[in-house]
């Protein structure tokens, strides 16, 4: 199956700074999300990017899919994006319905 | 419209019981994914149900089950708990149409801890 890896597994960043984290696929996919995990544990919807460039506030996205990869643009941090980022994407194979792979997360703390 | 909804939010259990889940998609979804997540094996794919029947299922053994109801929702059974079986689950709901652009939206998860 799909392998997803993200780098860095974790990031240190003070108020203000920008960061840029990584999120590397195995295989050609029709889905790929990037989501925020708060500290209750739900999964927040950043981006639904399977190829491509979006931006939403101070986070953009962009995802080359020929060359298998995607990265999350964090500007301006703050405290409260604090928390860990998943990138998880689902190939073409109808076998696989609905299933997402996930990697295994970049644990954010931004300090004030 | 409501999100996904998950009930109930905690539990605790004593190894050797069972448990069920319950997930609510969101309305005009009709797929439901369930998903175990552990420090140790990070966020997992258990099973995904569209329009009541199984439509995959990832690496887990038999003690853990789902069915899917014919309003979309979805429940999940874990048979003889294990301390292992301690995790967060998450359920998450879309349209499901298999093979094409879908995103996937999560709900709050229930967390089973099995003492």
């Known amino acids: 199956g799909i392998q997803v890896e993200q780098s860095p597994p974790d990031l240190i960043l003070q108020e203000g700074a920008n960061s840029t984290l990584r999120c590397n696929f195995s295989?050609?996919?029709?889905?790929l999300q990037w989501f925020h995990q708060n500290p209750w544990g739900q999964l927040i919807n950043l981006f639904y990017?399977?190829?491509g460039t979006k931006q939403n506030g101070r986070l953009s996205a962009t995802t080359v899919a020929t060359e298998r990869y995607s990265l999350l643009y964090i500007s301006s941090s703050q405290t409260t994006d604090s928390g860990v980022y998943f990138c998880a994407a689902k190939t073409w194979d109808n076998n696989a319905g609905n299933m997402l792979t996930f990697g295994g997360g970049t644990r954010l703390m931004v300090k004030p | 419209k409501a999100g996904v909804t998950q009930t109930p939010r905690y539990l605790i259990k004593t190894r050797g019981q069972q448990v069920t889940l319950s997930c609510s998609p969101i309305?005009?979804?009709?797929?439901v994914s369930w998903y175990q997540q552990t420090p140790g094996q990070g966020l997992q794919f258990l099973f995904e149900?569209?329009?009541?029947?199984?439509?995959n299922k990832g690496n887990f053994p038999g003690r853990f089950s789902g069915r899917q109801f014919s309003n979309s929702r979805s429940e999940m059974n874990v048979s003889t708990l294990e301390l292992g079986d301690s995790a967060l689950y998450l359920c998450?709901?879309?349209?499901?149409?298999?093979?094409?652009?879908?995103?996937?939206?999560f709900g709050p998860g229930t967390r089973l801890t099995v003492l």
């Open positions: 309305s005009g979804h009709r797929s």
């Open positions: 295989d050609s996919v029709n889905n």
């Open positions: 998450a709901s879309s349209e499901g149409l298999a093979g094409s652009t879908d995103t996937q939206y």
């Open positions: 990017i399977p190829s």
């Open positions: 149900y569209f329009s009541e029947t199984q439509r």
